[in-house]
């Protein structure tokens, strides 16, 4: 497995329960990638696309704003504009629809499968299941999100909507800005995304797994020494054809790498 971030590590973690001997290739530290500055937040709901319809009218808004979604190199846009223009099309309300549909078997087991592997890790106290509180401050900004707040009701997630009396009785502290809510009560959340990678990590080890820390990044020149392990150029479609379905660390073709049995370097569990 190539990348010691949450979706490498959790894959790994499968793949071993699953009875198979894995290692994970890592280039850099374990968790420090963009697992690492992450919000930490497991949205179930997440079904709604970001080319919702009408998202090209945020985007001189957007490009304005230095801290805003979307910047652009303008000298990049003819070759971005096809790409542009495919995000548009995509937004049309039928497309959002089926897209929607299509995601939320996807993203919806999240927390649910993460549980074995949180609970054999004993990282409990890391996974919070709260649900997600998202505020507007007037009725009108929560009427411009309605179609995505109808596209996660029609696909079985459970929104509760508050006015600003309930939202205050619900949480007291939140600025009087704020004018109506809505509650995701599945939704849950990481209190630190690098020490959730790490202990998942720690458990992966313990249970006999590798980290293989490799000094630069892994290629497919030194995984072409191997007769187990197939270099796919990233221009083919072929797909590789493995003699085994996961990789033995004890065959591993990465002999100028260093392995480490057990907790990784600069590790905070
Ligand atoms: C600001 C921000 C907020 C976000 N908030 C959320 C959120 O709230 N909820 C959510 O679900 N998602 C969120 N995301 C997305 C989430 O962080 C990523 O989808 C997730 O962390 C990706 O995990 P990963 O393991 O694929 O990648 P990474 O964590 O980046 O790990 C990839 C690892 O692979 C290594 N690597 C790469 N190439 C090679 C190679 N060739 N050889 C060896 N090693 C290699 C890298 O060094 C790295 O450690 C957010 C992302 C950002 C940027």
Not at 48 to 74: E, H, K, Q, Y
Not at 125 to 134: I, S, T
Request: aromatic share 6%; net charge positive; charged share 20%.
């Amino acid at each position: 497995m190539i990348g010691a971030g949450m979706v490498g590590v959790c894959a790994a973690s499968w793949l071993q329960r699953d009875g198979h001997s894995v290692f994970l290739v890592e280039a850099a530290e374990p968790g420090r990638g963009a697992s690492f500055g992450n919000a930490g937040c497991f949205n179930g709901s997440s079904v709604t696309p970001v080319a919702m319809p009408g998202v090209i009218r945020n985007v001189p808004r957007w490009l304005l704003d230095p801290l805003g979604p979307l910047s652009l190199r303008w000298t990049y846009l003819p070759a971005i504009a096809p790409w542009l223009l495919r995000f548009i099309r995509a937004g049309a309300p039928e497309k959002v629809r089926a897209q929607a549909r299509a995601l939320r078997p996807l993203v919806g087991p999240t927390l649910e499968t993460l549980k074995p592997l949180v609970s054999t890790a004993g990282a409990g106290d890391l996974v919070h299941r709260l649900g997600h509180l998202y505020v507007y401050r007037s009725a009108e900004s929560l009427e411009r999100d309605r179609l995505a707040w109808d596209l996660r009701r029609e696909n079985g997630v459970e929104i509760d909507e508050f006015d600003a009396d309930e939202l205050r009785q619900l949480e007291p502290a939140l600025s009087r800005d704020y004018m109506r809510g809505v509650l995701v009560r599945e939704n849950g959340h990481t209190s630190n995304p690098l020490a959730l990678v790490e202990r998942l990590l720690e458990h992966f080890l313990r249970s006999g797994g590798e980290l293989v820390r490799a000094g630069r990044k892994a290629s497919g020149s030194k995984a072409a020494a191997s007769p187990r392990l197939q270099p796919i150029p990233a221009s083919s479609r072929r797909m590789p054809q493995l003699s085994a379905p996961a990789l033995s660390p004890s065959r591993s073709p990465l002999r100028s790498v260093t392995r480490c049995r057990s907790r990784p370097s600069g590790a905070t569990i």
